[in-house]
């Protein structure tokens, strides 16, 4: 046998040697380690299964049915999503089939995201609507808080008064919440969740309040109460700023309508001046691409009119 080989035989000897020194040494230190990883993911695995509570969906139909307040209808209006999807395609490929037939297929496939657009509009303008109506109801939601904080009481007991006493449909969040409370769900997570059902910068900025007092303590009255008095000082400034740009928009309605109102009293005053144009298939692609960039620049003339605050 050659030295290389003696030498590499020898230094692993030693190092096996060495390992099992070691090994010996610490043994009782990592079967410690191993016994609390082991206790630590059995306590995790228990944590998970004894969660009885349903996750939030996080989806986009989801987070815009929750705003809306539909969100115990999610299978049915994706349902429904898939109808009008394949509705808007239908309607706009019978109405090519009829006009110009060689662009049956085309309006069939741009009529599909069309109709799902249409459908998404409805849910947004419902959720609009209803958190506007939220976003009203706050102010006289956050006095009632503040008036049960004065009298003693804790923030669940406010969560009861509130969803007895408030209007919906803010009334239906805070019932909610209150539920999901006595339930023995967490209050931060609680409070996390309506403010993904309540989209109001000033609830969020209340949740932060009720937050910091859990942590660090304080008069949360007073917090509350100077948020509903910003609250009601910036609806004075929206309504301020409706009034001034109230002339600003009657002039983009007068601007948008124009247009379509001239064509409609050309086809009435002169019909042969009209009908000749519709009735030629590129023309009525044209007319088509025209409605829709007036379409356009009446929603830009509108944004330039309006103020978020």
């Not at 016994?35 to 630590?40: G, I, N, S, T, Y």
């Not at 301020?240 to 009435?268: D, N, R």
């Amino acid at each position: 046998m050659d030295v290389g080989m003696m030498t590499f035989l020898s230094a692993l000897t030693i190092g096996l040697i060495g390992m099992a020194l070691l090994r010996s040494g610490h043994a009782d230190e990592l079967s410690r380690l191993y016994k609390h990883k082991r206790k630590m993911a059995e306590k995790n695995q228990e944590d998970t299964e004894e969660d009885i509570f349903v996750q939030q969906k996080t989806g986009y139909l989801a987070t815009l049915l929750a705003l809306a307040g539909l969100e115990s209808k999610y299978d049915q209006m994706k349902s429904t999503w898939i109808m009008c999807s394949v509705g808007g395609g239908l309607l706009i490929g019978v109405f090519m089939a009829f006009s110009v037939p060689e662009l049956a297929i085309v309006g069939f496939i741009l009529g599909l995201p069309l109709g799902a657009a249409g459908f998404v509009f409805y849910l947004s303008q419902v959720a609009k609507r209803r958190q506007e109506r939220m976003t009203e109801q706050l102010p006289q939601v956050l006095e009632t808080m503040v008036s049960a904080l004065r009298a003693g009481s804790p923030v669940l007991e406010c969560f009861k008064v509130i969803a007895d006493t408030s209007p919906d449909p803010i009334r239906g969040e805070f019932k909610r919440g209150l539920i999901s409370l006595q339930l023995g769900k967490p209050f931060r997570d609680t409070l996390k969740e309506m403010c993904h059902r309540i989209k109001a910068p000033d609830f969020a900025l209340l949740t932060q309040a009720v937050f910091i007092s859990q942590e660090v303590g304080g008069n949360l009255a007073d917090v509350v109460s100077v948020i509903a008095e910003a609250i009601r000082e910036r609806f004075k400034l929206r309504d301020f700023l409706a009034a001034l740009t109230s002339q600003g928009k009657a002039t983009a309605m007068f601007i948008g309508c124009l247009p379509y109102g001239i064509t409609l009293i050309t086809y009435c005053a002169t019909p042969g001046y009209i009908i000749p144009f519709l009735n030629h298939p590129i023309a009525r692609i044209i007319l088509l691409l025209l409605v829709l960039w007036e379409a356009i620049g009446f929603w830009i003339l509108v944004k330039m009119t309006t103020f978020e605050v």
